[in-house]
């Protein structure tokens, strides 16, 4: 096994017993970036000075006996997400120079332990998107197939990670935005409960959705990087102060006896593809025969989740993108007065998906168009709140497909902007309801392509999820 392709696990026990050293393997890891990011255009940003400089650092330290579970280990950043002193685009050319002067919490937790920043990944342009085609610096190619999509928003933080150019990657979740790519590129993402991680320093689209989490290649490590960067932050006032548990010492209770629920409408979809159907239904029976009961439950305001997820967005959208002008944010275009100024750059620093979220979002705050849309969207959401209160009354967790379809072709969905909205239906309702989900990879379609399970817990229970998607993992494996 090449040193790029190891886990955090098996890279963290070769760096303890000196099999390797962090410049080794950051090395390796670069150099499959330069081997492999021109086809598949996972990296905006490559820092290999500073990465080459942080693994000295790191083995000095391993050196000395100052080792966390992170030390010596490279890892990615989605781009919207902010790191000191190196460029933080967004994926959008009005950010095309900006450095942020911080480091967000997450990052700084990540880096204090002496983990290794190789550089920043592609998404969909501030996280609008389900594809990484709405990427102002080129679409990400999902590395099981470079003709299709690594899904998004943060598809090059999956492609990286699936394509072992880095070991793992922190990323951000509004609606789907880990979960999504992790499970069109094969690999894990967790989309923890809404104030388990703090969100500072993450450019914000919708302040009420917004998360950050990881993206790994196992379960096993997702315990390792969400142990590390969760816990409150004075700095984030939505984090909660309840305490952090230790992940890995869940994953290895024993899931005999946990009530499974699987919502009917999660498998009534109109145009969800039946080769995921059956690969998830399948992997259903798999999770009874390890002694789990399965319970059919019902989610009835599902439907919904997708209107109300694209009315709540755009209008904190519209509010949250205000400051990218050219005058206090963004690269400033060439104008002869104020008001050209903010057009113009808006105009060439936005793409389109951008600029229609923005436009929806506020028309819907406008006057006398708030109660019927925005407000209407929030009561709405309250109920699919309900909903899952409800339904973990009676069972542990629920799981259900990732996506309705495998990833699908470039330019496949790119004009028909409904059908783009509706591959994030299974996402967005958990989403909207603050719980924690995960994607785990669980089979391959018969043209190789990567299907993922979705496996969502009541809220702060993040533990539980993973113990389930562990205990799969191996029964996979």
Do not use: W
Not at 346 to 369: C, D, N
């Amino acid at each position: 096994m090449l040193l790029n392709e190891l886990t955090i696990t098996q890279a963290r026990e070769g760096l303890d017993k000196k099999k390797f050293s962090a410049m080794d393997i950051t090395k390796a890891c670069l150099h499959r970036i330069k081997e492999r990011n021109e086809k598949i255009n996972a990296f905006i940003t490559v820092f290999e000075e500073t990465a080459l400089h942080e693994a000295q650092i790191a083995d000095d330290m391993i050196a000395r006996g100052e080792i966390y579970d992170l030390t010596g280990i490279p890892f990615s950043v989605k781009d919207a997400i902010c790191t000191k002193d190196s460029r933080s685009t967004g994926a959008g050319k009005i950010l095309d120079d900006y450095v942020p002067p911080y480091d967000a919490t997450v990052i700084k937790k990540i880096r204090k332990q002496g983990a290794i920043l190789l550089g920043k990944t592609n998404c969909d342009a501030f996280g609008h998107g389900a594809s990484n085609e709405n990427s102002m610096y080129g679409p990400v190619r999902n590395p099981h197939d470079l003709e299709r999509v690594s899904g998004g928003s943060s598809g090059g933080s999956a492609a990286s990670v699936a394509d072992n150019m880095c070991v793992f990657s922190i990323a951000e979740d509004t609606g789907g935005s880990i979960r999504q790519p992790a499970s069109f590129c094969g690999v894990v993402g967790l989309r923890p409960s809404y104030g388990r991680n703090s969100r500072y320093g993450i450019m914000p689209m919708a302040s009420s959705l917004d998360t950050v989490g990881p993206i790994t290649k196992t379960v096993a490590d997702l315990a390792v990087v969400q142990r590390i960067i969760a816990g409150h932050d004075i700095k984030d006032s939505t984090t909660v102060t309840n305490n952090v548990p230790e992940y890995s010492q869940l994953l290895h209770k024993s899931i005999e006896g946990l009530k499974i629920g699987v919502p009917k409408e999660y498998f009534e979809i109109d145009g969800m593809d039946s080769e995921i159907k059956t690969i998830i239904k399948n992997k259903i029976k798999n999770i009874e025969s390890l002694g789990c009961e399965i319970v059919s439950v019902s989610l009835p305001h599902t439907k919904y989740a997708i209107p109300v997820y694209y009315l709540i967005v755009p209008s904190e959208d519209s509010s949250n993108l205000g400051r990218l002008d050219g005058i206090r944010y963004g690269v400033q275009a060439e104008a002869q007065n104020l008001h050209d100024i903010y057009t113009k750059s808006r105009a060439q620093g936005f793409p389109e998906e951008v600029k229609r979220r923005i436009m929806i979002g506020t028309y819907a705050l406008s006057s006398g168009y708030y109660d019927a849309y925005y407000r209407k969207a929030q009561k709405v959401r309250t109920l699919i709140c309900q909903d899952f209160e409800r339904v973990f009354e009676q069972v542990d967790l629920l799981v259900t497909p990732t996506n309705p379809s495998p990833a699908f072709k470039l330019g496949e969905k790119k004009d028909d902007v409904l059908s783009m909205y509706l591959a994030d239906v299974f996402v967005s309702p958990s989403a909207i309801a603050g719980v924690p989900s995960m994607s785990i990879p669980v089979e391959k379609t018969k043209k190789g392509l990567p299907v993922g399970l979705h496996i969502i817990g009541p809220r702060l229970f993040e533990g539980r999820v993973m113990q389930l998607g562990y205990a799969i993992e191996k029964f996979n494996n």
